[in-house]
T-cell receptor, first 116, second 114 residues
């Protein structure tokens, strides 16, 4: 079975440009998460979707960040305009969600974003 | 609020040594879930194990074992007879029924040398 797919794997862009990261979750999973990993802050949750609906976006740093999940097999994370401090590795993860119990999340390979 | 502490930032061992990675957690929820993930140098995050708060049985999987102790709020991970391929950053994480996001510790970087 295919795992979580992310694209691009690497992105280098100039400050002020728009960046779009893409994610395809594991088929059948109904929860999707976007995380960001930096040396200073470690792994932190940006936003969480369940059945394509955003449930918790309290981790989104500011209005420059937005995420969508138009269907069960695709999500995007957009940064507009990008800034050097947005440089990080962005991970997408998916899991099954049941009414009770925290299930393991399966992570994509990540997108390494560099904003110059 | 939930918090995971991995006090060991870096550990270096020689191949075949046993090594234990510590994880201490904090939560007010009575139902919670603990996880370990491995991040090898290639960068992906690999799921290793999940434990529920109501199941304190220790787990063994090959050279890996996990010791869950609610009394000390710890969920430690031991690698027996370490190998070079075990070199990675290992993350402990916590989630609860009040929020399904994973709260990660800062990670422990393990280096196994030949």
């Amino acid at each position: 079975d295919a795992g979580v797919i992310q694209s691009p794997r690497h992105e280098v862009t100039e400050m002020g440009q728009e960046v779009t990261l893409r994610c395809k979750p594991i088929s059948g999973h109904n929860s999707l998460f976007w995380y960001r990993q930096t040396m200073m802050r470690g792994l932190e949750l940006l936003i969480y979707f369940n059945n394509n609906v955003p449930i918790d976006d309290s981790g989104m740093p500011e209005d420059r960040f937005s995420a969508k999940m138009p269907n069960a097999s695709f999500s995007t994370l957009k940064i507009q305009p990008s800034e050097p401090r947005d440089s990080a590795v962005y991970f997408c993860a998916s899991s099954l969600r049941v009414t009770s119990g925290g299930l393991e999340q399966y992570f994509g390979p990540g997108t390494r974003l560099t904003v110059t | 609020a939930q918090k995971v502490t991995q006090a060991q930032t870096e550990i270096s061992v020689v191949e075949k040594e046993d090594v234990t990675l510590d994880c201490v957690y904090e939560t007010r929820d009575t139902t919670y879930y603990l996880f370990w993930y491995k991040q090898p140098p290639s960068g992906e995050l690999v799921f290793l194990i999940r434990r529920n708060s109501f199941d304190e049985q220790n787990e063994i999987s090959g050279r890996y074992s996990w010791n869950f102790q609610k009394s000390t709020s710890s969920f430690n991970f031991t690698i027996t007879a370490s190998q070079v391929v075990d070199s990675a950053v290992y993350f402990c994480a916590l989630s609860t029924n009040s929020g399904y996001a994973l709260n990660f510790g800062k990670g422990t970087s393990l280096l196994v040398t030949p």
